[in-house]
């Protein structure tokens, strides 16, 4: 056991020495929460709305007033009034505006009449997301005026109440999991695989193989090593990352525990995972090519950017072995939904699985001489 923490004890001197390495590891995992957080994810505002209305009459009102009442309030957009279609549709199309209302002759009368009056909207669908947004918002204010003033006593149609279980969550929450995750990755890739193939390169497991250190206690001291410097990455970035992200469940007790326990986990697995790669790895670059390659493999399946259920088979099918995938699923659980540990069981023991079955696989295959 002493030589094994010897180990331990030189890997982490090496490690505290390079403060440079340490926020290196947890720059980008927090620069992505940031910038990603609030670029993605959010409730579209301020978007321009070009109103064309040919009626002028009273239940026109009733809409330029209902568009008045989304820009004071929700701000999801803003109107500008147009004179015509025509220009419109121009400004649409070329970018100075994202949308426009079209309110045809003759609508107000047609409402009155109740003739199926029609409103037109023109989207700029090259964007997705904005266009999908204004639809959603213009919808909802066709349902609003297409409401009676007095409901009737009986139901006649079938309504949909929606519950949410939890308040409105901002992409950034939303982000934090994965980000914690990618932290620890980082960690693990920097501080455990590429310095573990440049200490191959410079000798110094050569001197490890002239004492009577055995495989197994060398092994165990590398991995304990990196796993200690995981954990110390998502501890700083789970608690860092919940304060700009404005979560104070990790001031629980019992969360704090949890989190702990996760964070344990997951270091485990992913630094299984990365000796078991390296094992036999001999040339420096190796690791550094492979940083890009298993960074879009594993950290993009895991649903840690967009829900699992929109994935493909084949990728659903990455996402079930992907380690990422359960430390993911667990940092949600535990930071924004409060799950208690029901909900990270079965992540806790995949990870703790992975790992051992890791290590247990990449031992024979450590090389014990030169």
């Known amino acids: 056991m002493n030589r094994m923490w010897a180990i331990i004890e030189r890997e982490m001197r090496k490690f505290f020495r390079s403060p440079t390495l340490m926020l290196m590891s947890m720059t980008l995992p927090l620069v992505q929460l940031v910038?990603?957080?609030?670029?993605?994810?959010?409730?579209v505002t301020n978007a321009r709305m070009g109103v064309v209305d040919y009626d002028h009459g009273e239940e026109a009102l009733k809409v330029q007033e209902a568009f008045q009442a989304v820009a004071a309030n929700i701000r999801t957009f803003a109107t500008v009034p147009y004179s015509d279609e025509q220009t419109a549709k121009?400004?649409?199309?070329?970018?100075?505006?994202?949308?426009a209302v079209i309110i045809p002759a003759q609508y107000s009368r047609r409402v009155l009449a109740g003739d199926s009056p029609h409103i037109g909207l023109v989207v700029d669908n090259s964007d997705q997301f904005v266009s999908g947004s204004l639809e959603t918002e213009m919808q909802s204010l066709i349902d609003a005026?297409?409401?009676?003033?007095v409901q009737p006593k009986v139901v006649q149609a079938v309504s949909l109440d929606i519950v949410e279980l939890y308040p409105y969550i901002e992409y950034m929450k939303f982000l934090l999991a994965?980000?914690?995750?990618?932290a620890m990755y980082i960690s693990v890739m920097i501080g455990g695989g590429m310095l573990y193939i440049d200490d191959k390169a410079r000798g110094v497991h050569e001197g490890y193989l002239v004492t009577p250190i055995t495989k197994l206690e060398l092994v165990l001291g590398l991995n304990i090593a990196g796993a200690?410097?995981?954990?110390?990455?998502?501890?700083?970035?789970?608690?860092?990352?919940?304060?700009?992200?404005?979560?104070?469940?990790i001031f629980h007790p019992s969360a704090i525990f949890q989190l702990a326990l996760l964070i344990v986990a997951t270091s485990i697995a992913f630094n299984g995972m990365m000796f078991l790669l390296m094992v036999r790895v001999e040339d420096p670059l190796v690791p550094r090519a492979m940083f890009g390659v298993l960074?879009?493999?594993?950290?993009?399946?895991?649903?840690?950017?967009?829900?699992?259920?929109?994935?493909?088979?084949?990728?659903?099918?990455?996402?079930?072995?992907d380690p990422f995938t359960y430390a993911v699923h667990g940092f949600k659980a535990i930071l924004i939904k409060d799950g208690g540990f029901a909900a990270i069981r079965s992540d806790i023991f995949f990870l703790f699985g992975f790992g051992i079955v890791s290590l247990l696989?990449?031992?024979?295959l450590f090389k014990r001489t030169l």
């Open 35 to 43: 910038i990603l957080g609030n670029a993605f994810g959010g409730k």
């Open 90 to 99: 121009d400004d649409v199309r070329t970018g100075k505006i994202d949308a």
């Open 178 to 182: 994965g980000s914690v995750a990618l």
């Open 361 to 364: 696989l990449a031992t024979p």
């Open 295 to 321: 960074n879009t493999l594993l950290f993009f399946p895991s649903g840690a950017i967009y829900p699992i259920a929109a994935f493909p088979k084949w990728l659903r099918g990455i996402a079930v072995v």
């Open 228 to 249: 200690i410097k995981a954990v110390l990455s998502g501890i700083s970035l789970s608690v860092i990352g919940s304060l700009l992200a404005g979560l104070g469940i």
């Open 145 to 149: 005026l297409n409401a009676p003033l």
